[in-house]
């Protein structure tokens, strides 16, 4: 095994001060597909393009009925898996939102799914002319459901054409990008949110309140485990191991929610950082991007966390705050559902706090109400930029083998 401090010009040139994180690997592939697989091709920037419907997707019987008058309408860009199943299903429990429109590279499909969720086959888009939603009154904000990497472009996109926009997560594959996606937003006028769901997730929310009420005591230590086995594959089949589009990998997609968890569970931002990145040699799914990343961030209170995540370790969704007079243990931690949350204290408290399914149903809604009402945003873009600059921050760390020092606004301090 190598890790990625070997690549040195990628280290020099993130130290010089890059706008993108270094390369690892060719990155030969230049195109994106909205459902995991990634044909390779010349152009030199990520593009997307259509994919056939992806296996194991359940379209409705029949289509979800507009909730209300002043129903938020959402375009959703990319019905590839993650939009499909379980994004777009669970729109019918939202009490302000609905799908009023559809973007996808293939017509079919889009044809197909609109039929599905009651959506008029004008309200079809294509990548091509995406830019044509600015006079369709339908629509009030657009989802956007790509690959990392084309995230900052179809912002862009979307606030040139006068719509809101909630954006999956990571909010971009570097902080010059995110900060250009707030400009947009201010210019536009319009809304920015990022897809953080586990801030409408029950058992994570009640997690939160527990921290805040020092059930543990003191934080003392936060692990967070975010992994899984991913099977043979290589970058021009799933876009998830094509280094301009998912970025090192595991830590922007899954890892993601570890590293939040440390800082909504602590309440603290880093004060120091140090990590480490492995990347497999002789392994297709690994020739672009990391296998594995772990990383040790110090509070300024003293508590630590100690966060790994990784494509090839044996899966796990797991989250566990030691304090100083008890332990609450999450696992599942930030799952779409089957939340297991324990507290250990003097006894031992199983904690219920609701159904994890209606997460998705109220990030939508909740940005419906910032729309209709002026609501604050819970998740904005200055989070996503937040996340994005600790990501850049783990990843030098790893990449010169030093320790990071912070700045509270999650910059790296010169």
Request: proline letters at 6%; aromatic letters at 6%.
């Amino acid at each position: 095994m190598t890790n990625f401090q070997a690549n040195r010009r990628g280290a020099l040139a993130f130290l010089a001060g890059a706008s993108a994180l270094p390369l690892v690997g060719a990155c030969a592939n230049a195109q994106a597909a909205e459902d995991g697989s990634s044909p390779s091709g010349s152009a030199p920037a990520p593009e997307a393009v259509g994919q056939p419907m992806p296996g194991n997707v359940e379209l409705p019987d029949t289509p979800p009925e507009k909730p209300s008058g002043d129903s938020v309408g959402y375009a959703v860009v990319g019905l590839g898996g993650d939009a499909l199943n379980p994004l777009m299903p669970s729109i019918s429990g939202a009490r302000r939102s609905h799908i009023a429109a559809l973007v996808s590279g293939n017509r079919g499909k889009c044809e197909t799914v609109a039929k599905a969720y009651g959506v008029p086959a004008d309200a079809c888009y294509s990548y091509d002319n995406f830019d044509e939603i600015a006079s369709d009154d339908r629509i009030d904000a657009v989802y956007i459901v790509l690959p990392s990497g084309l995230h900052a472009e179809y912002v862009e996109r979307a606030f040139a054409a006068g719509k809101h926009v909630l954006c999956e997560k990571p909010m971009a594959l570097s902080s010059t990008e995110c900060e250009r996606m707030i400009a947009a937003s201010k210019a536009a006028n319009r809304k920015l949110m990022i897809a953080y769901r586990c801030h409408f997730e029950p058992h994570n929310l009640k997690a939160m309140e527990l921290m805040r009420d020092k059930a543990v005591g003191d934080i003392r230590l936060i692990r967070a485990n975010q992994q899984y086995r991913m099977g043979p594959t290589t970058p021009k089949k799933n876009w998830r191991v094509d280094r301009s589009l998912a970025g090192y990998g595991p830590l922007e997609d899954y890892g993601i929610y570890g590293l939040q968890s440390a800082l909504y569970l602590s309440g603290e931002m880093p004060a120091t950082i140090a990590a480490r990145m492995v990347q497999p040699t002789g392994d297709s799914r690994f020739a672009e991007i990391a296998s594995s990343v772990s990383t040790l961030i110090k509070f300024p209170s003293g508590a630590m966390a100690e966060l790994y995540t990784s494509y090839d370790t044996r899966s796990a969704n797991r989250g566990v705050v030691y304090g100083t007079s008890g332990v609450l243990e999450m696992d599942p931690a930030t799952g779409y559902g089957g939340h297991q949350y324990t507290l250990r204290t003097d006894g031992v408290q199983q904690i219920e706090a609701g159904d994890p399914s209606v997460q998705f149903a109220a990030q939508f809604d909740h940005l419906a109400d910032a729309i209709r009402d002026g609501a604050d945003i819970r998740t904005p873009g200055e989070m996503g930029l937040r996340d994005v600059r600790l990501m850049e921050a783990i990843f030098k760390s790893a990449l010169t083998d030093s320790v990071i020092h912070i700045n509270p606004d999650g910059t790296i301090r010169s």
